[in-house]
C-alpha cells in the first residue's frame, strides 16, 4: 500500500482547508472563496459555456441538492474544486473533461427528495442508481467522450462498485464528496455566498 508522504499531506490539507472534521470549526469562506476565484470561473464557463447556457441545463436550478444548495450549484461547485485540484496538484487532467463530466454528474433531472416523481425509480437507492441516469440523459442531450461518460458513471463510487478508469473520473469523485461535505455544513452555519439560480 502506497503511504503519503509528509510535504503531499500537507499539501492535500492546504487544497482542501482540511482543519478538523468538527462542523463548529468549518469555515464557511471556503466556498465563497471558490465562488469568486476567476480563473477558476474563466475556465468554467470557457470549457462549460454549452452545457451551462442550455434550457435544459438550467432545468437543475428547480431541484435541491443539499439544504438549500440547488443541483445546478452543486455541479459548479464541483466542476471548480476539479479544477482547482488539478492545476494546485498537478494531475494533467484533461480540463475540457473535467468541467463537462463534473458539471453533467448529477443530470438525473428530478427531485430526489421526493420518492413518488416517476423519474425516481428507486427512491431509497437514489446514490446508487442516479450516476446510470444522469449518464443516459447526458448522452441523450450531449455530445460525450468516454471519460466524461466514466466521471458521471463513477462518481458515486464506492457506491457504483466499478471504480473510475481516469484521473478525470477519480478527482471529480473526490471533488463531489467534498463539495457536498462543505455545502452540507454550510447549510447548518447558514451561510451560502453565491446564488447561481
Not at 443530470?107 to 416517476?118: Q, V
Not at 425509480?121 to 449518464?135: D, Q, R, S, T, V
Amino acid at each position: 500500500m502506497h503511504h503519503l508522504e509528509k510535504e503531499d499531506k500537507i499539501l492535500i490539507k492546504k487544497i482542501l482547508d482540511v482543519r478538523s472534521y468538527d462542523p463548529e470549526d468549518f469555515d464557511p469562506e471556503i466556498l465563497n472563496e471558490i465562488e469568486r476565484d476567476r480563473e477558476c470561473r474563466e475556465l468554467l464557463y470557457s470549457y462549460g459555456g454549452e452545457v451551462l447556457n442550455s434550457d435544459k441545463y438550467k432545468t437543475l436550478k428547480k431541484y435541491i441538492q443539499h439544504g438549500s444548495v440547488t443541483v445546478y450549484e452543486h455541479c459548479i461547485h464541483v466542476a471548480m474544486f476539479a479544477l482547482k485540484m488539478n492545476r494546485k496538484l498537478g494531475l494533467n487532467c484533461r480540463e475540457r473533461d473535467l468541467v463537462r463530466g463534473a458539471l453533467l454528474h448529477d443530470y438525473f433531472l428530478y427531485d430526489w427528495h421526493d420518492g413518488s416523481s416517476p423519474d425516481n425509480i428507486h427512491p431509497k437507492l437514489h446514490g446508487f442508481y442516479h450516476p446510470g441516469i444522469a449518464l443516459r440523459n447526458a448522452v441523450r442531450d450531449y455530445s460525450l467522450t468516454e471519460r466524461e461518460k466514466d466521471i458521471i458513471a463513477k462518481h458515486m463510487w464506492p457506491l457504483t462498485v466499478k471504480p473510475p478508469r481516469c484521473r478525470e473520473a477519480w478527482v471529480v469523485c473526490i471533488a463531489d464528496k467534498y463539495s457536498s461535505t462543505l455545502e452540507t455544513l454550510k447549510i447548518r452555519k447558514g451561510k451560502i455566498g453565491i446564488n447561481y439560480a
